[in-house]
C-alpha cells in the first residue's frame, strides 16, 4: 500500500519537474487528470474522463499537448503561450462545476503569478458534500463507497452523454427529405401503417432501452453474457415500440444494429479500448448469430438468406459493420447532401432484406442498385424524382436507413471520447 502510494506521489511530483520549465519560461500549463480516490488511479473511468476532456479541450488554443501515464493515473498537460491565466482558470473551474463528469475531473492551471490561486469554492465531497479536501484527509468514508460513487456519477453522465447522441443521430436520419420512400415530417414514404408522429411515439418508447444496453457493457465482463443480455433487451424494446405505436414495426431493425453499438461502446470504455475498436468488438459478441444462419428459424430476413444469400442486418453485424464503417468516413458533417450521400452508399452497399423483400427478385434489386450509383446528392430536383420512383415502386430502404443511424451514431460518439492507446 505505501509502496503505491510512494509511486503516486513520485509520478505526480514528476508531472509538477516537467510543469515547471515551461512556467518559469512565462507560459501558462494546464495539467487534466481524473479525480480518482484510493490507490488504483487507473481504473477505466479515470480513462472515459480524460478520453472526454481531451475532446472538449481540443481547440483551446494550446501550443503543445503532453500525454502522460503512471502511477497516479492517466494524464495530458497542455502548455499554453499569451493567454490569461486568470480567464483560464475560471473558464477550467466551470466545466469543473457544469460539464460532464465535472466532479470527477481536474483541471488545474499553472502560472507564474497563479501559483497561489485556489478555487473561490472548494471541492465538494461526493458521498456528503461537505469540504472534500476534509473527507478526504480524515479518510470519512470507506474507499469503497466513494469508489462505487465515482462509477455511478461517471456511468450517469455517460448515458446523457449517450442518449443525447441517439436522440440526435434518429433526428438527422428521420427529418431527412427526401428519402427514397423511407419516412420523413412530410412523407409517408411508400409506408401505409407509419409517418412521422409514429416514428416519433417509436423513438421515444426505444431510447431507454438502448441506454440499458450501454449500461450492460459498462458492467458486462464478457462478452457472450453481454450478447445475451442484449438480445433480452432488444425484445423488451420491441414490446414497448409496439406498445408506442400500436402494433406498426418503425424500428426493429435499428433496435438491433444501434442496440449492439450502445452495448459495445459501454464495452469499450470498460475494457479502455478505443471508439474505432467498436466494429471489431461487435464482430466478436455476435458471433454466435452463426448458429441461426444454419437453424430453420422462420423470421423474414433467415428465410430469405436461405433463398437469396442476403445476410440482412444480422451478417452486417457478424462481419463488424463494415458497410457502417465504411459510409462514416462519409459522414464528416451531417448536413443534408452529407446525409444524403451516405444512405445513398448504404443503399448501394448494403445487403437490404427490406428492399430485398419489396424489390421482389434480384434482378430489379440489382438494377435500384445500379439507379443510385449515378444519383447527384446536391441535386434536388433528382431526389425527388428518385423518391417519386420509389414510391410509385413501393420501394423502401430501412436497413440502410438503420446503417445510417448507426453511423452517425458513430460519429458523435468518436467526437465525443478519445482514448490513451
Ligand atoms: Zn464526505
Redesign the pocket.
Known sequence: MTFIADEILRNREQRHDFIRPFVDQGHVALSLKANIPGADKRIFVAYVVVGYYEKLLADIGYAEKFRMEGADGPSIVYILKDIDASQLKAKMVHLEENASYGRLVDLDVHAEHLKSMNRLTPRK?L??G?DAFD?SRNQ??PINEVLAKVNEIALEDSVKLIVNAIDQAMAYELNLDPKFGLVTPFSMGSHTDMDYHTMLAAKQAITPYFAMMFRSGWETHSLSLLFKKAREIGLQAEEAMHQATGGVNCYKGLIFNLGLFCAATGFAFQKKRPMDDLFEIIKNMTSPLIHDFGKNIDTDGLKLYQETGIGGARMEAMRGMPTVQKISTTLNDFKDATLTKALVEAIVLSEDTVLAKRAKNPQTMAMVKAMFKTLDVHDKDQLEKMTSWCIAQSLSFGGAADILVSAIFYRLIDNLWHFLK
Do not use: A, E, R, S
Request: aromatic residues 0%; charged residues 15%.
Open positions: 465531497c458521498i456528503c461537505k473527507c470519512t468514508h
